[in-house]
């Protein structure tokens, strides 16, 4: 059992260091990748804008006299070239908005990420005390319950003892008058008077031992 556990824990920390190897590349290809994102992005609006002065030129030359013959022609040619650069444009900001999206959704997960490792290195210890803080409380809250039943028991015995002692003592009324009545079973009340007393003893000897493991079992 204790081979197999240690087999897992070092196949789970091989995994483990794969992960942050492929992570580290990950991030530094990432970095690389942003930075070449960011280099062709200034090329590609240069390359826009150079497009662009050129059909204005192409559309001023358009409009040079001596070539109005050929302006139905060179007017389709510049126009084919203007939805060029058009399409080129639109395509451009679109992949630019969707580039720098993914960008900085990356940068606010990468942010969550550090934040997280950060909060759990710092808050370690405080989670392990506050788990022996909560089982400590968990006990006291089960002692607290124990001790309400060995109070409630103790409290159920002194009423009915008191109880009792109350009828024996109605009970030992009622003799008592019978005994002076007839002196010949006075010697056996008597008897009986001290079996009872030695039995009260008894019953409340054995009560408070109880009583007193129960405190001493609940508190350990």
């Given at each position: 059992m204790s081979t197999n556990m240690a087999t897992s824990s070092n196949y789970w920390e091989d995994l483990?260091?794969?992960a942050r190897q492929l992570e580290n590349e990950l991030d530094l290809k990432l970095v690389s990748?942003?930075?070449?994102?960011v280099a062709m992005t200034?090329?590609?609006?240069?390359?826009?804008?150079?497009l662009s002065a050129v059909n204005d030129k192409m559309a001023e030359y358009t409009n040079t006299p001596?070539?109005?013959?050929?302006?139905?022609?060179?007017?389709?040619?510049?126009?084919?070239?203007?939805?060029?650069?058009?399409?080129?444009?639109?395509?451009?900001?679109?992949?630019?908005?969707?580039?720098?999206?993914l960008r900085e959704r990356e940068d606010l997960l990468g942010s969550v990420h550090r934040?997280?490792?950060s909060y759990k290195s710092s808050t370690g210890v405080n989670n392990r005390r506050t788990e022996l803080f909560l089982?400590?409380?968990?006990h006291l809250r089960n002692s607290d319950s124990l001790i309400d039943n060995a109070i409630s028991?103790?409290?159920?015995?002194?009423?009915?003892?008191?109880?009792?002692?109350?009828?024996?003592k109605s009970i030992q009324t009622r003799v008592t008058t019978l005994a002076n009545r007839f002196p010949t079973i006075n010697s056996l009340i008597q008897?009986?008077?001290?079996?009872?007393?030695?039995?009260?003893?008894?019953?409340?000897?054995?009560?408070?031992?109880?009583?007193?493991?129960?405190?001493?079992?609940?508190?350990?």
């Open positions: 483990r260091k794969q990748f942003n930075n070449m994102l200034t090329e590609l609006e240069q390359l826009l804008a150079n001596g070539v109005v013959s050929h302006n139905a022609a060179l007017m389709h040619t510049l126009q084919r070239h203007r939805d060029i650069l058009q399409d080129y444009t639109h395509e451009f900001h679109k992949t630019k908005s969707n580039f720098f999206s934040d997280i490792e089982k400590e409380h968990e028991i103790a409290m159920a015995t002194k009423e009915n003892i008191t109880f009792q002692r109350g009828m024996f008897k009986i008077n001290l079996r009872k007393r030695r039995d009260s003893l008894i019953l409340g000897g054995v009560i408070g031992v109880c009583t007193i493991l129960l405190l001493l079992y609940t508190f350990h």
